[in-house]
């Protein structure tokens, strides 16, 4: 038996395409149940993990922030570095920055496609933000990687050629921290400590979301 047609009996009421059952269709009213259970426990999932970060984090938080102010108080940009799902919540932190007033340098590594595609294909995909961060970061600027799994080699090699070149560094992880949590390069790090890669990057956004809050207010406070 394949694993796809071990699945959850919630998995085959909503993907029962991709498991072979003799079984007939489920009626509206228990789909809709299984809808508001299922919704019901994510949200009393994301409620707790977003508690437990601000239990064990919020002093590391306002730290960053306030390294991240004094960066961008000095005229320091911000680089942030992701892959697929990770990589859109560099542009949204990139957006958030950019919607402050006065607003802030900023650049997501994912946003120029040539740039990225070339690296990867002359020297791979391990490099493509290693060489963006050579071409543009200076010491005083600030670097910002997110990984789900805290194992994405290039945001590993980009946040440590940061840190060798002088800019603040900060990792976004998620299950235990992974090598971004033991790495020596990476100033702060912070952690969506979940199993459950749709609830640890939503404990990653929500602690983008208050770095960005943090920011804003000590920047407005000078």
């Given at each position: 038996m394949t694993?796809?047609?071990?699945?959850?009996e919630f998995d085959q009421l909503f993907y029962p395409g991709l498991f072979a059952s003799s079984k007939a269709p489920a009626n509206v009213d228990d789909v809709l149940h299984h809808v508001t259970v299922s919704t019901q426990k994510k949200c009393q999932e994301?409620?707790?993990l977003r508690r437990q970060i601000y239990q064990s984090a919020h002093a590391q938080l306002v730290a960053a922030a306030k390294a991240m102010a004094a960066c961008f108080a000095q005229g320091g940009m911000l680089l942030a570095m992701g892959n697929?799902?990770?990589?859109?919540?560099?542009?949204?932190?990139?957006?958030?920055f950019m919607d402050l007033n006065p607003s802030v340098p900023v650049l997501a590594l994912t946003h120029d496609v040539a740039a990225v595609t070339a690296i990867a294909?002359?020297?791979?995909?391990d490099n493509v933000?290693?060489?963006q961060v050579i071409a543009l970061g200076k010491a005083g600027?600030?670097?910002?990687?997110?990984s789900t799994s805290g194992n994405s080699e290039n945001v590993i090699l980009g946040l440590n050629q940061a840190k060798r070149q002088g800019l603040l560094t900060i990792g976004i992880s998620g299950y235990d921290g992974g090598k971004l949590a033991k790495n020596a390069d990476i100033d702060y790090c912070f952690i969506a400590h979940n199993e459950h890669t749709p609830r640890i990057q939503e404990g990653q956004a929500t602690i983008a979301h208050v770095l960005?809050?943090?920011?804003?207010?000590l920047l407005t406070s000078r």
């Open positions: 694993h796809r047609e071990a699945g959850s994301t409620i707790a697929g799902g990770s990589s859109t919540d560099c542009q949204d932190l990139v957006a958030d294909n002359d020297v791979g995909f933000f290693v060489r600027d600030i670097a910002i990687g997110f960005v809050r943090l920011v804003e207010a």
